[in-house]
T-cell receptor, first 113, second 111 residues
Framework: GEDVEQSLFLSVREGDSSVINCTYTDSSSTYLYWYKQEPGAGLQLLTYIFSNMDMKQDQRLTVLLNKKDKHLSLRIADTQTGDSAIYFCAESISNFGNEKLTFGTGTRLTIIP | EAQVTQNPRYLITVTGKKLTVTCSQNMNHEYMSWYRQDPGLGLRQIYYSMNVEVTDKGDVPEGYKVSRKEKRNFPLILESPSPNQTSLYFC??????????FGSGTRLTVV
């Protein structure tokens, strides 16, 4: 079955690195995604990683994937106040053409000045 | 500008009064989906569509209907809304696996 888990809250001091963790259960997932949701807005795709990759870096963002442990993390370097948001981990499972995303509950990132 | 447009942004209605939330995308995407977001539950898929006239149920389809008569539009219909359908709804579209573009959301309250 599909299940994606995240911790609900994370607080980080401005300038430090934030690490948001996610675990998933479905080993048939092909892509794993990180989405960002700012207050009152929809979800914005931040980055994604193909399931046969271990790491992907994109400017301040680093995604690490441990497929054996089904663990995904998002590291945000030099965290800024504009990074305050809810971050959703999602796995993509193609099921007879349904391009379905299964989302975690989201991690609310709070930046401490 | 490439976008997914939902309307309305906010809606308060009464139990049993039929309503439609519209969704339109201008990116010529094949895939479209509706999700609802509830506290502590993340986003759950209601219905999806692979292309025109092809729709199917997601994880929580009860009480909802959809249609896909044109590629750009994917309305969500609540024939007889109930209070447990009070939620934040998102429409999304994609041309390939999982990289969905989301609308800004529709906050629905059913009293």
């Amino acid at each position: 079955g599909e299940d994606v888990e995240q911790s609900l809250f994370l607080s980080v001091r401005e300038g430090d690195s934030s690490v948001i963790n996610c675990t998933y259960t479905d080993s048939s997932s092909t892509y794993l995604y990180w989405y960002k949701q700012e207050p009152g807005a929809g979800l914005q795709l931040l980055t994604y990683i193909f399931s046969n990759m271990d790491m992907k870096q994109d400017q301040r963002l680093t995604v690490l994937l441990n497929k054996k442990d089904k663990h995904l993390s998002l590291r945000i370097a030099d965290t800024q106040t504009g990074d305050s948001a809810i971050y959703f981990c999602a796995e993509s499972i193609s099921n007879f053409g349904n391009e379905k995303l299964t989302f975690g509950t989201g991690t609310r990132l709070t930046i401490i000045p | 500008e490439a976008q997914v447009t939902q309307n309305p942004r906010y809606l308060i209605t009464v139990t049993g009064k039929k309503l439609t939330v519209t969704c339109s995308q201008n990116m010529n995407h094949e895939y479209m989906s509706w999700y609802r977001q509830d506290p502590g539950l993340g986003l759950r898929q209601i219905y999806y569509s692979m292309n025109v006239e092809v729709t199917d149920k997601g994880d929580v389809p009860e009480g909802y209907k959809v249609s896909r008569k044109e590629k750009r539009n994917f309305p969500l219909i609540l024939e007889s809304p109930s209070p447990n359908q009070t939620s934040l709804y998102f429409c999304a579209s994609s041309s390939r696996q999982g990289a969905y573009t989301f609308g800004s959301g529709t906050r629905l309250t059913v009293v």
